[in-house]
């Protein structure tokens, strides 16, 4: 069931292990701290105890700054390091030692194949440029030199870029020459903040992903509900249902971009907690007025509520999939790989 409450039971779960950074990108939208905060190792034997989890994305700050990553790191079944890539990209000495952790994460599965249990994630804000003026010279540089290290030991990661009209021009350029080159997928996050694209605006970007996918056979997606509905998966906002977030500071709230709606604290009753998650899944998730003509309203209940990503849906233009598959001569076998493809990052690189 979708846009409901399963007891303890949790898709995803972002946990914000410490308010440490080494950069102060302009657009943060983590609540800046006087003081260090973090969560202590009994914190997260509560959440690993409370809730049944199937992934878990450790985020920061910067979460190699966290004195006990890697205990956190084993704690939990499939993990997502979400990163600036400076520590990688470094000269320390435990770099390598983390290499091999991330090499032993790799498990057998039922079928015999490798199986990924852990994915880094490497936060870009387009190309270069962008890149460094955001989050700091030579920035970027630094990104790349952590992708090739990880690439060159097998371990699975990915490029995060949140878009916005104006880097939209970008995102071409780094799906040729970035994305490509390196056999890293890009995945697009809309940049919280930011005004949500026309729809016009989003079917360029729908048509870019489809197109570079196709060309280079490659899997790079929109981590958006709407973009997965357009596909004709079952794309909805976890927020408050399927997946939760805890601050630094202990908060749960049910989206790690929210930091306003608190459900609870670590420590409180589930029974509390989930009690408050029922109240915001009836207030915060509900379906706006311009998508009551949608059949896939029920499920998407407009997407992500903190970037407003209804009011940009491409079908909203009467731009389906099938629409793109007869404009570019696609067939159904074609179209179908593609979304296969899609899921399958969605599901190896952790991604929430």
Known sequence: MTNEIRENKLKD???????????KCTHCYVPSEDTVK?????????????????????MGGEPFLYPFLEDAVEMFKNVTITTNGLFLASDSPQVSRWIELFKRRER???DGKKEKTLSIQLSIEGNQLETDAVRGPGVWNKVIDAAKLLKKNGISCYFRCSYHEGNLPTITWLIDNLAH??????VLFPRIGASPLTPDQQIWLFNLIIEKNTKYKSHNLIDQPHFMQWLGENGRCGAGSERLSITYAGDIIPCHFDFNYILGSVGNKLDIINRNREMFLKSAKIIQPSCDFCNKAEICRSGCYMSNSH?????KRQFTKE????????????????????KGLLRDSLIC
């Open 13 to 23: 779960m972002i946990i914000y292990l410490t308010s440490k950074c080494n950069l």
């Open 38 to 58: 973090e969560l202590s190792i009994d914190d997260l034997k509560w959440i690993r105890n409370t809730f049944d989890i199937k992934n878990v994305n450790l």
């Open 108 to 110: 057998i599965g039922e």
């Open 181 to 186: 080159p390196l056999d890293i997928p890009l």
């Open 311 to 315: 009011s940009g849906c491409p079908l």
């Open 323 to 342: 629409v793109y598959m007869d404009m570019h001569n696609l067939n159904t076998e074609s179209m179908a790989g593609q979304v296969k493809e899609i």
